[in-house]
């Protein structure tokens, strides 16, 4: 008889392009092991019926992805203590009986900055653009590195504020300051920045370009986008041009795949192999 596969996949609505699958498949090919990886596009209202088809079909783990990360809490029987901190489940794991929710996220971005943006954020000025759950994971996870300093910007500043005290709250050693994108210290705060991350989902096209265009970057900063699609955003060709090192949004993903991987299976994850893969479906 062969080994049932790991019934594995991922949970979003839209799910379209997802490379999650391909992702998975590549590192289940390295270990030999037997995995069926599935894009399931839940909608909203359905959610709490997927997740107890998860439960009724013996599903082993899944990814959980935008708009379910917060969602998806309350029907899961443990959440582990980071994705409880950032508000957001991005990965499910079986154990027995239960469904235990946790946060790769924030692993997933702070490995892709110091592994291949190469840059320690601990002791460092940060500037986040905003406040929404992909800025959750980023500030959370560069306060927790002991960053010295981290601006969050968003276009609703209250947003960018509760962000903030919440944060001091639980990481009391980094200055927090919150700004609305028409601050006047925008400028200051872009120019004194060690690492500059953009943590919206805006393709950044059209009208709220970030930053404003008469703005530049120097070759002191490292300057970050969390979207892959396209790989080289206009933020990040913009950086480039002035000089300032870039990390693109397609190593976060690939580390915080790894992690849920290692969650599964419990075995290592081909992050370059994975990488090569993904740069081909882009
Ligand atoms: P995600 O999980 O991708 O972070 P989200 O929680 O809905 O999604 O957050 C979206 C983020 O992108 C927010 O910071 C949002 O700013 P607001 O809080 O002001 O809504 C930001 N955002 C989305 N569309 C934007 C736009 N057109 N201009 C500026 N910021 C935008």
Do not use: C
Not at 41 to 68: C, F, M, Q, W, Y
Not at 133 to 160: D, W
């Amino acid at each position: 008889m062969t080994e049932k596969p790991l019934a594995l996949g991922i949970l979003g609505h839209p799910i379209g392009h997802t490379l999650s699958p391909s992702m998975h498949n590549v590192a289940a090919n390295i270990h030999k092991i037997s995995i069926s990886y599935s894009a399931y596009d839940v909608k909203p209202e359905n959610l709490k019926d997927a997740i107890d088809g998860i439960r009724a079909l013996s599903i082993d783990g899944v990814n959980v992805t935008v708009p379910h990360k917060t969602a998806v809490i309350p029907y899961l029987d443990e959440i582990s203590p980071e994705a409880r901190q950032i508000g957001a489940v991005n990965t499910i794991t079986r154990n027995g009986e239960k469904l235990v929710g946790s946060n790769t996220d924030m692993y997933g971005f702070i490995t892709a900055i110091k592994e291949n943006g190469g840059v320690d954020p601990g002791g460092k000025r940060i500037f986040v653009y905003g406040a929404g759950g992909a800025a959750r994971a980023v500030v959370y996870g560069l306060a927790m590195e002991k960053a010295m300093e981290i601006t969050i910007a968003n276009r609703t500043e209250s947003k960018a504020v509760s962000l903030a005290v919440e944060v001091i709250q639980s990481e009391p050693e980094t200055n927090l300051k919150a700004i609305g994108f028409g601050s006047n210290k925008l400028f200051d705060s872009l120019s004194m920045a060690d690492i500059i991350v953009n943590a919206t989902s805006l393709g950044m096209g059209g009208a709220d370009e970030f930053p404003p265009g008469a703005i530049k970057f120097n070759k002191n900063q490292l300057v970050v986008d969390i979207v892959y699609r396209p790989l080289i955003t206009p933020l990040l060709a913009r950086a480039r041009e002035d000089g300032a090192k870039t990390l693109d949004g397609l190593w976060m993903l690939i580390h915080q795949g790894a992690s849920s991987f290692r969650l599964w299976t419990g075995k290592s994850f081909p992050v370059d192999k994975a990488r090569e893969v993904l740069l081909t479906k882009l």
